[in-house]
């Protein structure tokens, strides 16, 4: 049986809280969707402007069709 | 297997956020409801639902090995053509997978039917592996339930093994959407336990995801992205703005891109072709397919892509009895068998059955007043007595 078992969290709870990466500085032009950001190692790179893998707006974001009370979510 | 009505720890909710669980109440409804919980014997658990749940997942495997060389599978179940060589490439190479969630509709008498497979983004991981036992312990203690009361679940040692296994020195991103508390927490969870594996990790939201002029996918400090699991998605991976990069990038995907092909619902009828009249499956057909006609008037009809239960209709006698609404449809449905859920007090439980690596590790159960399991269906802990 598996009673003796151990489940022990080392970084969720309070140590989790703010883990998550969030936000940039859009600046102007790698075409269509994306903008040069700077990496603190000097070497820009593109990235999206808004949401999606590489920024596609595609047509489940926000539209409440899944996820709890209408924010989307990846899972399932 | 029965449902049991219990008492609910006072101190559930605070013990909850102490440890990350803050999803526990969704839009003022319980989530996490441990007002009841189902108890299975241990034959049930392992002769009813771990032993199938491997044999599903070899069958499952067995079709993805197929499917990677017959171009008309790939085309029924409308994979764009330009990921085939990312899904067989990824398949040859023998990219690993972390995890995956059967459901299953079983009553505690007859088989387990199998009624989807998550395979790539299966979500309630942490309430399953967590919180789930820590019910169970403290439920003991306080004699709310049997001192002899286990618990099918070790899936969060198996995590922090499989994460050992796939990490290989590696760094480690995990990337989602992580504006979602609920993804938000998984991704925090499986964080954790990839760093108990020595991992070293970084989490970053889908959408933060680089791409750098000289190819190659990046994090916001322009590290390169060599190994990250991702809560998203395949198939809206694969129309998203940097989807035709994922061919040219050697970053390596947990869920892998070969993932894409068992969590299309079109799996259904595929198995049931390959597989017909298997005690754990459910007779099931492409919609376009005349053997569709088979099922008669009475039947689910499953968009191929769907989360949370979103569009699927149940239909008895050619009349639409429930139906989810939502976004899916547009690439076709499967229609499979009706099985109706078992009805517990008035409630539908669907089992959820865990694979870590590959095993059968772990059991989660999402009950509703409605027959559709969606994403406000309740989590009620479980107990082997």
């Given amino acids: 049986m598996k009673r003796s078992r151990r489940v022990v969290l080392t970084m969720m709870g309070t140590a989790a809280a703010g883990a998550v990466s969030m936000g940039f500085v859009p600046r102007s032009g790698c075409g269509p969707g994306l903008t040069v950001v700077p990496g603190p190692g000097g070497r820009p790179y593109c990235r999206a402007t808004y949401g999606g893998f590489g920024g596609a707006p595609h047509r489940f974001h926000g539209h409440g069709g899944h996820g709890h009370g209408g924010h989307a979510h990846g899972g399932g | ?385």
């Fill in chain 2, 1 to 385: 297997m029965q449902r049991l009505v219990c008492t609910e720890r006072c101190d559930w909710r605070s013990t909850a956020e102490q440890c990350g669980f803050d999803f526990h109440t969704i839009d003022g409804e319980r989530y996490w409801d441990e007002r009841a919980y189902y108890a299975f014997t241990l034959d049930q658990i392992e002769g009813q639902i771990e032993e199938p749940t491997a044999e599903i997942d070899a069958m499952c495997l067995e079709l993805v090995a197929y499917a990677i060389e017959d171009e008309h599978t790939l085309r029924r179940l409308k994979i764009p053509d330009a990921f085939w060589p990312l899904i067989s490439e990824s398949w040859h190479r023998d990219d690993a997978s972390l995890y995956g969630r059967l459901d299953l509709a079983f009553d505690g008498r007859g088989p387990a039917k199998l009624l989807e497979y998550n395979a790539d983004t299966p979500t309630s991981i942490f309430e399953t592996a967590v919180f789930q036992w820590t019910w169970l312990e403290q439920a003991i203690e306080r004699q709310i339930i049997p001192s002899r009361a286990d618990q099918f679940n070790s899936i969060h040692e198996r995590l922090i093994e499989a994460w050992k296994k796939l990490g290989e020195g590696r760094h480690l991103h995990l990337a989602g959407m992580t504006e979602s508390t609920e993804d938000a927490g998984t991704l925090a969870y499986l964080e954790d336990t990839a760093g108990q594996a020595g991992l070293a990790t970084t989490s970053i939201d889908i959408e933060d995801i680089g791409w750098r002029d000289d190819g190659g996918f990046v994090d916001l400090d322009d590290r390169e992205i060599e190994l990250v699991f991702k809560l998203y998605p395949w198939e809206w991976m694969f129309r998203d703005a940097f989807g035709e990069r994922l061919i040219k990038a050697p970053t390596r995907w947990i869920e892998p891109p070969w993932k894409a092909i068992l969590s299309n619902k079109g799996i259904l009828a595929l198995l049931w072709e390959m597989f017909p009249d298997h005690p754990n499956l459910l007779p099931a057909y492409f919609e376009d397919d005349p053997n569709a006609a088979r099922l008669g008037a009475s039947f689910v009809r499953k968009p191929l892509y769907s989360r949370e239960g979103a569009n699927i209709a149940l239909i008895r006698e050619g009349v639409t009895l429930v139906e989810q609404e939502g976004p899916y449809g547009e690439e076709g449905f499967v229609r499979q068998a009706l099985a109706p859920l078992p009805n517990f007090s008035g409630q539908y439980p669907v089992l959820g059955s865990w694979l870590i690596d590959h095993t059968a590790c772990g059991l989660s159960i999402r009950e509703d007043e409605n027959p559709i399991t969606a994403n406000t269906s309740r989590f009620l802990p479980h107990a082997i007595l």
